[in-house]
């Protein structure tokens, strides 16, 4: 088992920035590739960006390619996501998962999640 507790979220004009960052607890945070989705009101959960074990490797979603920046840093069980240049439709509740390494990175299927920290980017 892993939790996972996001932190970070908040309001922010159009062109800003936020960091958002997930804390995991539990199983050895090595064991895990991590990933980033949103939920925008009375929509499904989307795919945002995802990262290897090892940090090495990385995915984006089209729409934050560029803009956004998924990072990990193991020696604290943390991952971060750096926001930035956000728009409108960024807005969402942003949430953290994990899944045991192993899987492709393009795999958008995760074990744990966390109970997401709301973003809200006003024009």
């Known amino acids: 088992q892993v939790q996972l507790v996001e932190s970070g979220g908040g309001l922010v004009q159009a062109g800003g920035s936020l960091s958002l960052s997930c804390a995991a607890s539990g199983r050895p945070f090595t064991s895990y590739d991590m990933g980033w989705f949103r939920q925008a009101p009375e929509k499904e959960r989307d795919f945002v960006a995802a990262?290897?074990?090892?940090?090495?490797?990385?995915y984006y979603d089209d729409s934050v390619k560029g803009r956004f920046t998924i990072s990990r840093d193991n020696a604290k069980n943390t991952v971060y996501l750096q926001m930035n240049s956000l728009k409108p439709e960024d807005t969402a509740v942003y949430y953290c998962?994990?899944?045991?390494?192993?899987?492709?990175?393009?795999?958008?299927?995760?074990?744990?999640w966390g109970q997401g920290t709301q973003v809200t980017v006003s024009s």
């Open positions: 990262i290897r074990w090892s940090g090495r490797t990385t």
């Open positions: 998962a994990a899944r045991r390494a192993g899987a492709p990175i393009t795999a958008v299927r995760y074990d744990y």
